[in-house]
């Protein structure tokens, strides 16, 4: 099947997560109906992932850190697939549906916001045992995994089991990895308070970082407070650490300790998505020198692709996938990869697009650090702002309060705004569900059951 929109500007956007979802709406603000717009992703809704933790840690409710494409963007065709091959030179993209069906996209303007991916390590028995922490199902995944656990560990008599059921590993201690811990370990205490059995020795949390310090993002004083708070809870972080081996469950880490581990969480980085990188499904010129920036599409501060020698005036990227000049910091510095810079890239992005099909010049993307922030559970976090060159430093309950209060923020639409308020506030009321449902991966396993065994 061939997709192509009549006589219109066609502005084709690959991704609806920060970028996608913000170019597309900016978009349509800039030029109402004189342009088509098309969306494509694999998932109908756009992931707010800082409040992935929060859903780890039940605090959230995760339909309510999904936006809707279909629902905002009224107006703009959205597809659901995944995205095969992008061919810049013949202006075509290659799209597979869920039922197989291949679509080929054609497009005036291409915008590549394809995101990121985790970067695993070729470590022995990781791909089999552990999960990601970037999309709601594994954020889902940890809390349900977690709560199932206490309830299995409470019963059973068997010490080496609860021990493994009780043995929680997170590995990678920046922002998402070292929030993601903080917050599922604060549920964990909250619930611990309904199983008499269990005490708050038998859990253990550990955290491994290769790097000496956490959270790399903040103060040198904000990572000694990250860190005391994390062990003053029993929480062992264990630095300058490697992960040698995670087969069978058994973790095993280069200050030659060994302890089964019924759940293991990665969140050591991320890199751009590989498609990008696949020459033979996309011929988007991307950065091929090791280091950070490797595997990322070069742009000009305008946002458009770079070539060597040269530059794609019809292809735009931002956010986790682009190399993107951060002219607020300095010379030779690149945009780090956060929600922040992406959302901020993609509307400047839809307005280049705009000046672009107007014939007007186009403008340098530009946007001053707003500060960063963490919560490590409830009350407590830490962080700064930035207001103009004044650099605010807050750590606990103001930390803590003006995370959420920015998170809630920027969480796109009104109605998802007021149902995590209201998630938060049934919380203080009527305290974290403890009830975890892995079974929800298998719903037909009870039907099958009640079935009795396949007659042979
Ligand atoms: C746990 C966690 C916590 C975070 N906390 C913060 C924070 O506190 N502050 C902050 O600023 N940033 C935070 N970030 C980072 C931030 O969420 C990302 O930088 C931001 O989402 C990047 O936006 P993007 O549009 O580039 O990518 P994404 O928002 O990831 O969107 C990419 C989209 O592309 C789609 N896609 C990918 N490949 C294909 C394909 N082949 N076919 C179809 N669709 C495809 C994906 O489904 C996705 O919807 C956090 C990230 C994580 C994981």
Redesign the pocket.
């Known amino acids: 099947m061939n997709t192509t929109t009549g006589s219109k500007p066609h502005v084709l956007i690959?991704?609806?997560?920060?970028?996608?979802?913000?170019a597309a709406s900016e978009l349509r603000k800039n030029l109402g109906s004189d342009v088509a717009i098309t969306v494509?992703?694999?998932?109908p809704?756009?992931?707010?992932?800082?409040?992935?933790?929060e859903v780890g840690a039940g605090s959230i409710d995760p339909r309510n850190v999904l936006a809707p494409l279909r629902k905002i963007l009224t107006g703009t065709k959205v597809v659901t697939?995944?995205?095969?091959d992008i061919d810049s030179s013949a202006k075509v993209v290659g799209?597979q549906t869920e039922d197989g069906e291949d679509l080929q996209i054609s497009y005036d303007y291409l915008v590549v916001?394809?995101?990121?991916?985790p970067r695993l390590l070729p470590i022995p028995g990781l791909a089999e045992n552990a999960i990601g922490?970037?999309?709601v199902e594994e954020?889902i995944a940890v809390r349900d995994r977690i709560l199932a656990n206490l309830a299995e560990a409470a019963s059973t008599k068997d010490p080496a089991a609860r021990k493994r059921l009780l043995t929680f590993t997170f590995i990678g201690g920046g922002?998402?990895?070292g929030?993601?811990l903080a917050e599922t370990e604060d549920m964990v205490r909250d619930a611990l308070r309904y199983y008499p059995d269990l005490h708050s020795s038998d859990v253990r949390f550990v955290l491994v970082d290769a790097a000496p310090f956490i959270f790399p993002e903040v103060s040198e004083e904000h990572r000694q407070y990250a860190l005391d708070q994390l062990r003053e809870r029993g929480i062992e972080v264990k630095l300058e650490t490697f992960v040698n081996s995670c087969e069978n469950g058994v973790v095993k880490t280069s200050d030659d300790d060994e302890f089964a581990s019924d759940l293991i969480v990665w969140?050591a980085g991320?890199k751009p998505?590989p498609?990008l990188s696949d020459a033979e499904h996309s011929d988007l010129p991307v950065i091929s020198e090791r280091g950070p920036m490797m595997g990322k599409l070069a742009c000009l501060p305008d946002l458009r692709v770079k070539t060597d020698d040269g530059v794609l005036n019809d292809v735009f990227a931002?956010?986790?996938?682009?190399a993107v000049p951060d002219l607020a910091s300095g010379e030779d510095k690149m945009c780090p990869?956060?929600?922040?810079?992406?959302?901020r890239q993609?509307k400047r992005l839809a307005d280049n697009i705009a000046r672009s099909i107007q014939g007007r010049p186009l403008v340098d993307y530009y946007h001053k650090n707003l500060g960063?922030?963490?919560t490590l559970g409830m009350y407590k976090g830490m962080g700064y702002v930035m207001l103009g060159d004044k650099r605010i430093e807050f750590k606990g309950l103001p930390a803590w309060a003006a995370?959420r209060a920015y998170?809630l923020y920027?969480m796109p639409t009104f109605g998802r705004k007021a149902a995590v308020l209201t998630d938060w506030i049934g919380n203080m009321i009527s305290r974290r569900d403890i009830i975890g449902i892995p079974q929800s991966t298998n719903p037909r396993g009870a039907f099958e059951l009640a079935a009795g065994p396949k007659k042979k």
């Open positions: 690959l991704g609806g997560g920060s970028v996608g979802l913000n494509v992703d694999s998932r809704y756009l992931t707010y992932q800082p409040f992935l933790p697939g995944a995205i095969t799209v916001g394809l995101g990121s991916v922490f970037k999309w954020a922002f998402a990895g929030e993601a969140n991320v998505n498609l931002a956010g986790d996938c682009a990869p956060n929600a922040q810079h992406a959302v993609a960063t922030m963490a995370a998170h920027a």
